[in-house]
């Protein structure tokens, strides 16, 4: 170790030379850095290191600010000696540094998951386009730091750097999210100094920054400067160790002291401990060790003392010392000072275990990217903190810091605050995984394994390293490990997100996305051999995307249980979403389908005026999925003018998907007009050397016999076509084809071109008057308008909406589960007529003394009877409370229960007194009372005519079609009460989940029709299950009495169904028959009784069975007594009591990025929805029921994929459901129990005007 850091450390006299291909080359990574180690900052007194004012402190600054720059679009494109003190940068921009320069409006900002953002070709980097970011900034040294060591630190510059100092050449740097130190004290003067940095956007490096995140760069951590004396403290390593008792505990510091003297130094180093009181902790005083050190050498000089019984750290008990270092010369004055937070904490893995402090941790954690919607990956210290804080009030316990070291601020709040670290390595190659086993990148993945462990190795948070994520699982993975190891033995224990399962190396085993089953039977011992004696941790278990997080009950119920099972991290914590200005093209044609321009493209001239120049960097135009694009007739026309440049991706022009149709280069070389029937038909043709880069006017023309081509008017190629033209579910876009552009695999680029006029219509069009023509234009677009219109949340290339809160911090729904499912108190009915409760208390250190107990009797969800309890259990053991209740007499029609909660005692630095930490309900046994139902006098009637039945009472008049079965009129007093429906539904919005291909093995491929949408979306809608259309088969229609009808309906639904076809000839079609019975009372009520029955080819799985009411938008409000107060699905419903709620519409709606299925509420007894006059429907089940109220349509929320495209309905929509399948996650999808199968179902149902 010593000669490695003399050797660091010892070249700071000379410069350094940069060759031109430094970022193409695996074995040059970093050139003139210092070693790494722990950053401090080095105050000149104990006393200013006590008080640690980084602002006041004389031997540090902090370089962010405002710096020169300016980018260009590839390292050739710098301005020549940029680097030198006199170089005019008069006309460069500013720019607020840190940042990352594409959140800055500088370049184009790409979402990727599994590919790389340019063509993959390691350790190659594209010559033609490597954005590159020149900084300059001048600082002055103070006189007082004369004879001082100075150190420039780099904590996060992404994605290769040069530095130079006053035009000197003084290091490079590979990396990005690794702190990048240089000494630069030969290069400075006293005064001002020019300091000049080029950023390179792609490096060989790169390679191993292939994170599911969004691509950017740019220096965007802090930039310090550092004075320190002549013989200074390079590093330290704190080290406690608890004996066997874990009682009293060794501390060990080490300090690595470095001379640039020209003499032998000597000195003492001095270290004390604080508590929070400022007390020494240490019973015999300072520790104090001599040392002495040759010129331009180090030493290292290690201290320990027995610590008895000190306080001890964990997630629970966060608590901190203060360790004071001090250097004194040989003269006995301090030349440097500095303090760390430490904490008493140890490590350990063995037999099947990982414990912190020798007791076994159960860790409900998450994956947390950094990442702003305004500032990318330079995250303001606010907004870390505000993530902290979110995790632990819903009992998160754990971070995997996803896929890098996170800023180390970060980590300092997770020592503050309480919070186990799983610290990340900075390598994914994800589809180059073959580079771990290349010898030649090795000491790159080292590199970023020794820059990360000596930085983050005193932060007892920091509990288990992981050696990166799915970047293979080669020889150079077990270097990561090893290397780590030799830097910090104090953590035995190192994991690894790697896809591969079974890794030897690593301390720590998954799985990743299993299923709950499978985890048990590892928990068993039935996956690994006998003798392989390692915890498991499952670093990424449940993916949360969009509307999701099913099924989390099912796997703590095994993680409780098993001693092996440690827990695992959700994927993610953060939604991806960058805040981009919504850049509207108005469509000229009737149709209005308006354009979103996506990334960044230009202005600039075209054919008739402007036209839209595409970079070929995520730069497009999307529309919104809207019936008149798609066009599923026999004939099509697009036209447009065109500059096309010719670039590694071809290029494409307009295009709805693979599957439907679109004109693009099938090649470098060949031109493609294409539609899809049965199959996909294609018109090519060859285009000419002078096809780019000049205008040209390109007309396909499918006339219902023939695709025909046209470049600048001529017909160039023809081929014959029958049959319809296929609509499937992807967005019709210029300069992208949606469907297989997206994020997951589309390296690269996408397309490069100027265009001008666009125009599609759904009719074969003559060339000769397709401008002059209106007849059919479903789209126009001339670029000659554009206009802005708030904001919204880009995804990128089809990016996934991972995440459990959305960009601007609110929480989504799904938080509220991983609270419950974690949640340290399990309380469980041991005789609760009596209010006996058996409590296990699951905390790892916490006795439930230093809580509160809480508890209520609530009646259909009104508190009747509330009261506090003292519960005084330790930490991992079992015991019994009783709640001195009184048992309630109640209706006969109402339910009783019992609700204990866990709260607070008094404020934490994380949440207030009172926070919630865990509950329980359970229903109370009471005696009844019975009341007498009021009797109705009134009457009811029943006519028909040719096309409708029309019940009639005293306050009421109901109409029924005939040939549907639908209500056309439900008056109450006067009042219409229905808007349309009761309408039949298996359909609803695709969730994220739905149509995802991550987890579409879970499906099988049987009824999938290629490109009509991915995963379980494809088998709906290809059976039809999206547009449903009820028919009347037969019908009876019965006056029982004079206070009760009966109508007895058949009722088939099928979305291709014509109605004169018979059900005995329905074998060819999905068809779900509706045996219905509808009981029509004299007060007005109505009664469903309902028998479904499925017919023909059917799903895997029904999205859901109910019935959607259009009821007036007026009824926007809503009261329900089931789960709530928030969203929640059978899979996704223990976090939400049963009780008593209200809400609105516009409140019921959850604004997930890409819309989709929302706002569910299950295990619903009643609810009522109504007007601001208290007039509405009350709706009953026989069983427990679903129900959601949206403002948006169905088909509205089916077709958007951007909030921005959904439009309010003019009704209020009403579902409510018998059955709704889970969310599921996007790896691992609905478990089995969770997915409503088709098969018969009976419900009945009750609906009340008032």
Same mark, same amino acid.
């Given at each position: 170790?010593?000669?490695?850091?003399?050797?660091?450390?010892?070249?700071?006299?000379?410069?350094?030379?940069?060759?031109?291909?430094?970022?193409?080359?695996?074995?040059?990574?970093?050139?003139?850095?210092?070693?790494?180690?722990?950053?401090?900052?080095?105050?000149?007194?104990?006393?200013?290191?006590?008080?640690?004012?980084?602002?006041?402190?004389?031997?540090?600054?902090?370089?962010?600010?405002?710096?020169?720059?300016?980018?260009?679009?590839?390292?050739?494109?710098?301005?020549?000696?940029?680097?030198?003190?006199?170089?005019? $940068?008069?006309?460069?921009?500013?720019?607020?540094?840190?940042?990352?320069?594409?959140?800055?409006?500088?370049?184009?900002?790409?979402?990727?998951?599994?590919?790389?953002?340019?063509?993959?070709?390691?350790?190659?980097?594209?010559?033609?386009?490597?954005?590159?970011?020149?900084?300059?900034?001048?600082?002055?040294?103070?006189?007082?730091?004369?004879?001082?060591?100075?150190?420039?630190?780099?904590?996060?510059?992404?994605?290769?750097?040069?530095?130079?100092?006053?035009?000197? %050449?003084?290091?490079?740097?590979?990396?990005?999210?690794?702190?990048?130190?240089?000494?630069?004290?030969?290069? /400075? =003067?006293?005064?001002?100094?020019?300091?000049?940095?080029?950023?390179?956007?792609?490096?060989?490096?790169?390679?191993?920054?292939?994170?599911?995140?969004?691509?950017?760069?740019?220096?965007?951590?802090?930039?310090?400067?550092?004075?320190?004396?002549?013989?200074?403290?390079?590093?330290?390593?704190?080290?406690?160790?608890?004996?066997?008792?874990?009682?009293?505990?060794?501390?060990?510091?080490?300090?690595?002291?470095?001379?640039?003297?020209?003499?032998?130094?000597?000195?003492?180093?001095?270290?004390?401990?604080?508590?929070?009181?400022?007390?020494?902790?240490? !019973?015999?005083?300072?520790?104090?060790?001599?040392?002495?050190?040759?010129?331009?050498?180090?030493?290292?000089?290690?201290?320990?003392?027995?610590?008895?019984?000190?306080?001890?750290?964990?997630?629970?008990?966060?608590?901190?010392?203060?360790?004071?270092?001090?250097?004194?010369?040989?003269?006995?004055?301090?030349?440097? $000072?500095?303090?760390?937070?430490?904490?008493?904490?140890?490590?350990?893995?063995?037999?099947?275990?990982?414990?912190?402090?020798?007791?076994?941790? =159960?860790?409900?954690?998450?994956?947390?990217?950094?990442?702003?919607?305004?500032?990318?990956?330079?995250?303001?210290?606010?907004?870390?903190?505000?993530?902290?804080?979110?995790?632990?009030?819903?009992?998160?316990?754990?971070?995997?810091?996803?896929?890098?070291?996170?800023?180390?601020?970060?980590?300092?709040?997770?020592?503050?605050?309480?919070?186990?670290?799983?610290?990340?390595?900075?390598?994914?190659?994800?589809?180059?995984?073959?580079?771990?086993?290349?010898?030649?990148?090795?000491?790159?993945? %080292?590199?970023?394994?020794?820059?990360?462990?000596?930085?983050?190795?005193?932060?007892?948070?920091?509990?288990?390293?992981?050696?990166?994520?799915?970047?293979?699982?080669?020889?150079?993975?077990?270097?990561?490990?090893?290397?780590?190891?030799?830097?910090?033995?104090?953590?035995?224990?190192?994991?690894?997100?790697?896809?591969?399962?079974?890794?030897?190396?690593?301390?720590?085993?998954?799985?990743?996305?299993?299923?709950?089953?499978?985890?048990?039977?590892?928990? &068993?011992?039935?996956?690994?051999?006998?003798?392989?004696? %390692?915890?498991?941790?499952?670093?990424?278990?449940?993916?949360?995307?969009?509307?999701?997080?099913?099924?989390?009950?099912?796997?703590?119920?095994?993680?409780?249980?098993?001693?092996? *099972?440690?827990?695992?991290?959700?994927?993610?914590?953060?939604?991806?979403?960058?805040?981009?200005?919504?850049?509207?093209?108005?469509? *000229?044609?009737?149709?209005?389908?308006?354009? &979103? /321009?996506?990334?960044?493209?230009?202005?600039?001239?075209?054919?008739?005026?402007?036209?839209?120049?595409?970079?070929?960097?995520?730069?497009?135009?999307?529309?919104?999925?809207?019936?008149?694009?798609?066009?599923?007739?026999?004939?099509?026309?697009?036209?447009?003018?065109?500059?096309?440049?010719?670039?590694?991706?071809?290029?494409?022009?307009?295009?709805?998907?693979?599957?439907?149709?679109?004109?693009?280069?099938?090649?470098?070389?060949?031109?493609?007009?294409?539609?899809?029937?049965?199959?996909?038909?294609?018109?090519?043709?060859?285009?000419?050397?002078?096809?780019?880069?000049?205008?040209?006017?390109?007309?396909?023309?499918?006339?219902?016999?023939?695709?025909?081509?046209?470049?600048?008017?001529?017909?160039?190629?023809?081929?014959?076509?029958?049959?319809?033209?296929?609509?499937?579910?992807?967005?019709?876009?210029?300069?992208?084809?949606?469907?297989? &552009?997206?994020?997951?695999?589309?390296?690269?680029?996408?397309?490069?071109?100027?265009?001008?006029?666009?125009?599609?219509?759904?009719?074969?069009?003559? /060339?000769?008057?397709?401008?002059?023509?209106?007849?059919?234009?479903? *789209?126009?677009?001339?670029?000659?308008?554009?206009?802005?219109?708030?904001?919204?949340?880009?995804?990128?290339?089809?990016?996934?909406?991972?995440?459990?809160?959305?960009?601007?911090?609110?929480?989504?729904?799904?938080?509220?589960?991983?609270?419950?499912?974690?949640?340290?108190?399990?309380?469980?009915?041991?005789?609760?007529?009596?209010?006996?409760?058996?409590?296990?208390?699951?905390?790892?250190?916490?006795?439930?003394?230093?809580?509160?107990?809480?508890?209520?009797?609530?009646?259909?969800?009104?508190?009747?009877?509330?009261?506090?309890?003292?519960?005084?259990?330790?930490?991992?053991?079992?015991?019994?409370?009783?709640?001195?209740?009184? %048992?309630?007499?109640?209706?006969?029609?109402?339910?009783?229960?019992?609700?204990?909660?866990?709260?607070?005692?008094?404020?934490?630095?994380?949440?207030?007194?009172?926070?919630?930490?865990?509950?329980?309900?359970?229903?109370?046994?009471?005696?009844?009372?019975?009341?007498?139902?009021?009797?109705?006098?009134?009457?009811?009637? $029943?006519?028909?005519?040719?096309?409708?039945?029309?019940?009639?009472?005293?306050?009421?008049?109901?109409?029924?079609?005939?040939?549907?079965?639908?209500?056309?009129?439900?008056?109450?007093?006067?009042?219409?009460?229905?808007?349309?429906?009761?309408?039949?539904?298996?359909?609803?919005?695709?969730?994220?989940?739905?149509?995802?291909?991550?987890?579409?093995?879970?499906?099988?491929?049987?009824?999938?029709?290629?490109?009509?949408?991915?995963?379980?979306?494809? &088998?709906?809608?290809?059976?039809?299950?999206?547009?449903?259309?009820?028919?009347?088969?037969?019908?009876?229609?019965?006056?029982?009495?004079?206070?009760?009808?009966?109508?007895?309906?058949?009722?088939?639904?099928?979305?291709?169904?014509?109605?004169? !076809?018979?059900?005995?000839?329905?074998?060819?079609?999905?068809?779900?028959?509706?045996?219905?019975?509808?009981?029509?009372?004299?007060?007005?009520?109505?009664? *469903?009784?309902?028998?479904?029955?499925?017919?023909?080819?059917?799903?895997?799985?029904?999205?859901?069975?109910?019935?959607?009411?259009?009821?007036?938008?007026?009824?926007?409000?809503?009261?329900?007594?089931?789960?709530?107060?928030?969203?929640?699905?059978?899979?996704?419903?223990?976090?939400?009591?049963?009780?008593?709620?209200?809400?609105?519409?516009?409140?019921?709606?959850?604004?997930?990025?890409?819309?989709?299925?929302?706002?569910?509420?299950?295990?619903?007894?009643?609810? =009522?929805?109504?007007?601001?006059?208290?007039?509405?429907?009350?709706?009953?089940?026989?069983?427990?029921?679903?129900?959601?109220?949206?403002?948006?349509?169905?088909?509205?929320?089916?077709?958007?994929?951007?909030?921005?495209?959904?439009?309010?309905?003019?009704?209020?929509?009403?579902?409510?459901?018998?059955?709704?399948?889970?969310?599921?996650?996007?790896?691992?999808?609905?478990?089995?129990?969770?997915?409503?199968?088709?098969?018969?179902?009976?419900?009945?149902?009750?609906?009340?005007?008032?």
């Amino acid at each position: 170790m010593f000669l490695i850091l003399t050797f660091y450390l010892n070249t700071f006299s000379q410069q350094v030379d940069f060759l031109p291909n430094d970022w193409q080359n695996p074995a040059v990574f970093e050139k003139g850095q210092n070693a790494p180690h722990a950053f401090h900052i080095p105050y000149a007194s104990a006393d200013d290191a006590i008080q640690n004012m980084p602002k006041k402190c004389a031997n540090y600054k902090l370089l962010n600010g405002q710096w020169k720059f300016k980018w260009v679009e590839t390292p050739k494109q710098v301005p020549v000696d940029f680097w030198q003190p006199g170089f005019d $940068a008069i006309g460069w921009d500013e720019i607020e540094v840190p940042s990352n320069w594409q959140m800055e409006g500088y370049g184009h900002p790409k979402f990727r998951n599994v590919a790389i953002s340019f063509e993959n070709d390691p350790p190659n980097i594209p010559d033609y386009y490597n954005p590159t970011g020149c900084y300059k900034k001048k600082f002055t040294v103070p006189e007082s730091w004369e004879n001082k060591e100075v150190m420039l630190r780099f904590e996060g510059i992404k994605s290769a750097s040069y530095v130079w100092v006053n035009g000197q %050449r003084v290091g490079y740097n590979q990396g990005g999210f690794e702190p990048a130190e240089f000494n630069i004290t030969p290069f /400075i =003067k006293k005064g001002e100094n020019d300091l000049s940095v080029q950023v390179i956007r792609f490096s060989d490096g790169s390679y191993l920054e292939n994170q599911d995140m969004w691509r950017l760069s740019g220096i965007f951590r802090d930039v310090k400067l550092c004075a320190q004396p002549k013989t200074f403290i390079h590093d330290h390593y704190v080290v406690t160790d608890f004996d066997e008792y874990y009682k009293d505990a060794t501390l060990t510091v080490e300090t690595h002291i470095q001379n640039q003297l020209p003499e032998v130094a000597a000195g003492e180093i001095i270290v004390d401990v604080y508590d929070p009181e400022g007390r020494s902790i240490l !019973k015999d005083g300072s520790l104090r060790e001599d040392f002495e050190v040759d010129s331009m050498g180090n030493v290292k000089v290690q201290l320990s003392a027995l610590v008895v019984e000190p306080p001890q750290w964990s997630a629970e008990f966060p608590n901190l010392f203060v360790l004071l270092v001090q250097l004194k010369n040989a003269d006995g004055k301090v030349t440097e $000072a500095f303090t760390q937070k430490i904490g008493f904490r140890e490590v350990e893995h063995k037999d099947k275990i990982l414990t912190v402090n020798g007791v076994p941790v =159960k860790l409900n954690g998450v994956n947390s990217h950094m990442h702003h919607p305004e500032h990318g990956q330079a995250v303001p210290l606010e907004t870390l903190k505000q993530d902290l804080l979110l995790m632990k009030q819903h009992n998160i316990n754990c971070v995997r810091t996803c896929h890098y070291p996170p800023t180390p601020e970060y980590i300092a709040l997770a020592d503050e605050l309480g919070m186990y670290i799983f610290d990340e390595v900075g390598d994914e190659a994800h589809n180059n995984i073959w580079l771990s086993e290349k010898p030649e990148w090795t000491e790159m993945y %080292r590199d970023r394994s020794r820059k990360l462990v000596y930085r983050d190795r005193n932060h007892p948070a920091v509990i288990v390293w992981s050696a990166g994520n799915e970047s293979g699982s080669g020889q150079n993975i077990n270097e990561v490990i090893k290397t780590g190891k030799a830097i910090d033995p104090s953590r035995p224990a190192w994991m690894y997100g790697g896809n591969a399962f079974y890794i030897p190396f690593e301390d720590l085993v998954g799985p990743r996305y299993w299923i709950p089953v499978d985890y048990k039977n590892l928990a &068993q011992g039935k996956v690994l051999p006998a003798n392989d004696i %390692r915890a498991s941790f499952m670093d990424e278990y449940l993916a949360a995307t969009g509307n999701g997080l099913g099924g989390m009950d099912e796997y703590w119920e095994y993680i409780w249980k098993y001693p092996r *099972l440690t827990g695992g991290a959700i994927w993610d914590w953060i939604s991806p979403g960058i805040k981009t200005p919504r850049w509207i093209l108005p469509d *000229l044609s009737p149709q209005k389908n308006d354009g &979103q /321009i996506m990334g960044r493209p230009l202005f600039q001239q075209g054919v008739y005026g402007w036209g839209l120049e595409f970079s070929g960097h995520d730069d497009w135009v999307e529309f919104y999925r809207d019936p008149s694009l798609d066009i599923t007739g026999n004939q099509l026309t697009i036209d447009f003018w065109v500059k096309p440049s010719e670039i590694p991706q071809p290029n494409v022009f307009v295009a709805k998907g693979a599957h439907s149709y679109g004109i693009q280069m099938a090649d470098a070389e060949t031109l493609e007009f294409y539609v899809f029937g049965n199959e996909r038909i294609s018109a090519k043709t060859k285009v000419g050397e002078n096809f780019y880069e000049n205008w040209h006017r390109i007309t396909g023309i499918c006339n219902g016999s023939q695709l025909q081509l046209y470049i600048d008017n001529k017909r160039v190629a023809t081929t014959s076509f029958s049959g319809n033209i296929s609509s499937t579910p992807f967005p019709l876009c210029i300069g992208r084809e949606a469907e297989t &552009q997206d994020q997951g695999e589309h390296s690269g680029r996408l397309s490069k071109m100027v265009i001008d006029d666009v125009r599609v219509f759904n009719r074969a069009v003559n /060339i000769n008057n397709i401008e002059k023509e209106k007849s059919g234009l479903v *789209l126009h677009l001339n670029f000659e308008e554009d206009k802005k219109d708030g904001d919204f949340y880009a995804v990128g290339l089809g990016g996934r909406t991972y995440g459990i809160i959305w960009p601007d911090r609110t929480v989504q729904p799904e938080i509220n589960q991983i609270k419950r499912s974690g949640q340290p108190v399990k309380i469980e009915a041991v005789d609760i007529e009596n209010g006996v409760l058996k409590v296990t208390n699951r905390h790892h250190f916490k006795n439930l003394n230093e809580l509160e107990g809480f508890w209520q009797v609530k009646v259909d969800g009104e508190t009747s009877q509330r009261g506090f309890f003292d519960c005084d259990i330790p930490a991992g053991e079992t015991g019994e409370v009783t709640i001195d209740y009184r %048992r309630p007499r109640i209706e006969s029609t109402t339910e009783c229960l019992l609700e204990v909660s866990f709260v607070l005692k008094e404020d934490r630095n994380w949440a207030p007194k009172g926070h919630e930490i865990a509950w329980e309900q359970f229903a109370v046994p009471t005696d009844f009372y019975f009341v007498d139902e009021e009797e109705n006098n009134q009457k009811v009637t $029943a006519t028909e005519d040719e096309n409708y039945i029309r019940i009639n009472g005293n306050d009421f008049s109901y109409s029924i079609n005939k040939k549907t079965g639908s209500f056309v009129s439900l008056k109450y007093k006067g009042t219409e009460y229905l808007e349309g429906g009761p309408e039949f539904m298996v359909w609803r919005a695709p969730i994220a989940n739905d149509i995802d291909p991550w987890g579409s093995y879970m499906f099988g491929d049987s009824n999938v029709t290629p490109g009509m949408g991915r995963s379980i979306d494809n &088998q709906l809608r290809t059976l039809g299950m999206r547009d449903l259309v009820s028919v009347v088969d037969d019908y009876e229609l019965l006056q029982v009495s004079e206070d009760e009808v009966t109508l007895k309906m058949d009722v088939f639904a099928n979305s291709s169904l014509d109605p004169s !076809k018979r059900k005995d000839q329905w074998f060819f079609y999905s068809a779900f028959e509706q045996k219905q019975t509808w009981t029509f009372s004299a007060d007005g009520s109505i009664h *469903l009784d309902q028998e479904v029955i499925p017919h023909g080819p059917m799903p895997e799985m029904l999205q859901k069975v109910g019935l959607q009411f259009q009821l007036p938008k007026s009824f926007n409000q809503v009261q329900w007594y089931g789960r709530g107060p928030f969203e929640n699905y059978p899979d996704r419903k223990t976090g939400a009591k049963v009780g008593l709620y209200h809400s609105t519409t516009d409140s019921m709606y959850v604004p997930y990025i890409i819309p989709q299925e929302y706002g569910n509420r299950s295990d619903v007894r009643w609810l =009522k929805v109504h007007n601001d006059d208290d007039r509405g429907l009350l709706i009953q089940g026989n069983e427990l029921m679903n129900f959601s109220l949206h403002k948006y349509t169905t088909d509205n929320l089916s077709r958007a994929m951007y909030t921005y495209q959904l439009e309010e309905a003019p009704t209020t929509i009403l579902n409510v459901d018998y059955e709704v399948s889970g969310v599921g996650g996007t790896a691992i999808r609905q478990l089995q129990k969770y997915r409503v199968r088709p098969d018969v179902k009976k419900y009945k149902l009750t609906i009340k005007p008032f």
